[in-house]
């Protein structure tokens, strides 16, 4: 005794939808790791009157260094960008990060927003998990 059963399926696929709410999803996301990343960097710049080593994190006398560190999202490129703001610090960061003169004084390397880029590298993707509803 055969026994067949009909089933008949109709899907629509709304693909502008499924673009707009993937789009949101990743501008949302490139905020939640770029806030991440930012945290990083701000908790590895310490407080203290003296340098750091070279090839470790700046140190910051007064935390100007720290506060000085934005993320922004920008929607239209879907990216993110993070890093100190030039109006607080200046080139200083720049001579922090990469080594060179500022104000007539040689800065080796102390890199600190690369290392938070690498130190949370693998937890980036977390951020985009599931984000599409």
């Not at 709410?21 to 790791?33: F, Q, T, V």
């Not at 935390?63 to 610090?89: D, T, W």
């Not at 060179?100 to 800065?107: A, D, L, S, T």
């Amino acid at each position: 005794m055969n026994t067949a059963i009909g089933l008949q399926v109709n899907t629509r696929a709304d693909i502008p939808k499924v673009l707009r709410k993937a789009r949101r999803a990743n501008i949302e996301s490139l905020g939640h790791a770029g806030a991440a990343i930012r945290l990083t960097a701000r908790r590895s710049i310490r407080k203290s009157p003296n340098p750091a080593a070279p090839a470790q994190p700046p140190r910051t006398r007064r935390g100007q260094l720290r506060r000085a560190i934005r993320f922004a999202v920008e929607k239209n490129k879907q990216r993110v960008v993070i890093g100190p703001e030039f109006r607080i610090v200046g080139q200083s960061a720049r001579a922090h990060e990469f080594g060179g003169r500022y104000k007539r004084q040689r800065y080796p390397k102390r890199p600190f927003m690369g290392p938070a880029l690498e130190k949370t590298q693998s937890r980036l993707p977390r951020h985009w998990a599931g984000s599409v509803r």
